[in-house]
């Protein structure tokens, strides 16, 4: 049975103002980060027969160089051979992304892009901190689909300060418009101790508002099942046919290797593998090949049943009720708000949320969660 292979590059060009996620604009540890990845992926790989995905995500993977991302990719396949016809997804940024760069990704086994767009408009763009403007996004797309990648998807935000709904309406237009089979969509969440935050606090950018991330997700969620696309997750919309198989996995709760500075692992069952996030102590670790550049979290039976809970609402698929064991019943009930807001549908082998459930998932999920090991 294979497994999916995740590698963190925690290195961007600049700090997004809304971003919390462990990445360094500091490039000076990025040779000695790989050769660490290299190390982890020699010490850990002994179980696995076969990868079945590969995702390169960060940070930015596209500020690794051609020779860097060909090496982790030898090195992940020297311990076990990619499956026939594996999905290999890159985390690109829009200025990262020229002719000699994609022709050296897809020689590497690159074979699906992930591209940081965000935003069609410079003006938003600017406030974010984003390296790139709209059309060198656009140009990037161009070029992507030029070269004969067909696996591409984007990332958008919504529920954008001082934005309407015409707005996100144009936004996800111009996307359908260049044949982008595969679109992630955020909405905005202003995280602690980011610089969003801080402008929010100071007044130099207002507060982004419930109701325009909530007019826009049910817009966009209406509006793509009408193209006759899959809105198959919280975040995730492709034509059929395209969906992420990486993140799917995580979804089901399977097994995967999660290399590199604050990359988690999960082995299918009980443990997941938390990497420290920090650069120096990760690289420093790997390379005495000792244990303190990880932690090892054991989840009981009640954490797997809440997780899976939580990650089943947040996709078209639902929760299934033979998950539920004996808590079925107790479900129903616990769920009966959500069903009778029409947030929630108990259908026959499973509960499903709403596009409008699906705004408030973790609060749905949260309210079904078993505390105790008697309910199980
Ligand atoms: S490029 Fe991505 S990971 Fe890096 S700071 Fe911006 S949002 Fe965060």
């Known amino acids: ?175 359908l418009a260049m044949d982008i089979p595969h679109l992630s969509t955020y909405g905005l969440t202003v995280e602690d101790k980011t610089v969003l935050h801080a402008d929010i606090a100071s007044g130099k950018i207002s507060k982004p508002m419930d109701e325009r991330s909530v007019e826009d997700f049910m817009w966009h969620r209406s509006h793509l099942r009408e193209q006759g696309w899959l809105t198959y997750e919280l975040s995730n919309s492709c034509q059929p046919g395209f969906e992420a198989s990486h993140n799917a996995a995580y979804w089901r709760g399977e097994a995967y290797v999660g290399i590199g500075s604050g990359a988690h692992s999960f082995d299918g069952q009980w443990e997941r593998r938390l990497n420290v996030a920090n650069n120096p102590m990760y690289i420093k670790a790997m390379k005495a090949g000792d244990s303190l550049g990880f932690e090892l979290e054991t989840l009981g039976p009640i954490e797997r049943r809440n997780e899976q809970l939580m990650t089943g609402l947040r996709t078209d698929l639902g929760f299934q009720r033979s998950h539920a064991g004996k808590w079925a019943e107790t479900l129903d009930h616990l769920w009966s708000d959500a069903i009778a807001k029409g947030h929630m549908l108990r259908l026959e082998d499973r509960w499903k949320l709403t596009d409008a459930g699906m705004m408030w998932s973790d609060a749905i999920a949260a309210a079904g969660f078993i505390t105790d090991n008697t309910d199980l």
């Open 1 to 175: 049975m294979g497994q999916g292979l995740y590698i963190h590059v925690p290195y961007c060009r600049k700090a997004c103002t809304y971003c919390n996620f462990h990445f360094s604009t500091s490039w000076k540890t990025m040779d000695d980060m790989v050769d660490a990845m290299r190390q982890e992926m020699a010490h850990r790989m002994g179980q696995v027969d076969s990868w079945q995905t590969v995702y390169f995500g960060g940070g930015t993977p596209s500020v690794l160089t051609a020779q860097q991302i060909q090496s982790l990719i030898d090195t992940a396949t020297s311990h076990a051979p990619l499956q026939a016809g594996a999905e290999v997804t890159l985390e690109a940024n829009p200025e990262d992304v020229d002719d000699r760069s994609i022709d050296h990704w897809i020689q590497a086994g690159v074979n699906r892009i992930s591209l940081g767009v965000q935003s069609f408009e410079d003006s938003q763009l600017q406030w974010m901190n984003r390296a790139h403007n709209a059309s060198q996004a656009v140009d990037a797309i161009k070029r992507l689909q030029d070269a004969g990648l067909s696996h591409i998807t984007m990332d958008l935000i919504y529920g954008l300060p001082e934005t309407s709904l015409a707005y996100w309406q144009d936004q996800v237009g111009q996307a």
